[in-house]
């Protein structure tokens, strides 16, 4: 059973650009969830899809977007962008419900220039 | 709000000694606590999970973690560290109750790092 996929896995860009990130989740999972990972912030919520409609937000600024597709593939977005967003973004997915568990792809690693 | 706290940044153990994580939470309704690790430049790896029942719950690569209500801790370990046991540890809660999503709020994480 193929595990979540993201891409691309690495990618460099300079100040202002906007970039775009995928992430196919396991078949079956209609939850996705995405993460920005820096050294200094740790692990922060971005947000979380299911079926198409975001169910959750954490605390960033509307540069930071995302969709979700009806076979469940998510997309984030980050547009003007800046030194600061440089991080590892970690897309999981899971199935609905509380006691599922999370599963990660292996992130989308941004550098910011 | 649920918040997870992870007051050590670094743990250093003897190959072959037990170790410890620690981990302690706080949220409105019932807990669902999870353990993930992180090797380099990869994403987290699921370990166990509490959700409820036996306050031991046993998980992947000999790992184990102990459910506290009372003193609110779910602390990971392991009787015999390996050195391939050093990574980053993170401890997670999922407050279904309050946001009705399945994103999970992690701790800050802990560097394990286990000397040969």
């Known amino acids: 059973k193929a595990g979540v996929t993201q891409t691309p896995r690495y990618l460099i860009k300079t100040r202002g650009q906007q970039v775009t990130l995928s992430c196919s989740p396991i078949s079956g999972h209609r939850s996705v969830s995405w993460y920005q990972q820096t050294p200094g912030q740790g692990l922060q919520f971005l947000f979380e899809?299911?079926?198409?409609?975001?169910?959750n937000k954490g605390n960033f600024p509307g540069r930071f977007s995302g969709r979700q597709f009806s076979n469940s593939r998510s997309e984030m977005n980050v547009s003007t962008l800046e030194l600061g967003d440089s991080a590892l973004y970690l897309c999981?997915?899971?199935?609905?419900?509380?006691?599922?568990?999370?599963?990660f792809g292996e992130g989308s690693r941004l550098t910011v220039l | 709000a649920q918040s997870v706290a992870q007051p050590e940044d670094q743990v250093n153990v003897a190959e072959g000694n037990p170790l410890t994580v620690k981990c302690t939470y706080s949220v409105s309704g019932n807990p669902y606590l999870f353990w993930y690790v992180q090797y380099p430049n990869r994403g987290l790896q699921f370990l166990l999970k509490y959700i409820t029942g036996d306050n031991l719950v046993k998980g992947s690569y000999g790992f184990e973690a102990e459910f506290n209500k009372s003193q609110t801790s779910f602390h990971l370990k392991k009787p015999s560290a390996l050195v391939s046991d050093s990574a980053l540890y993170f401890c997670a809660v999922r407050d279904y109750r309050q946001t009705g999503a399945n994103n999970l709020f992690f701790g800050t994480g802990t560097r394990l790092t286990v000397i040969p």
């Open positions: 999981a997915s899971s199935w609905d419900g509380p006691t599922g568990e999370l599963f």
């Open positions: 899809y299911f079926s198409e409609t975001q169910r």
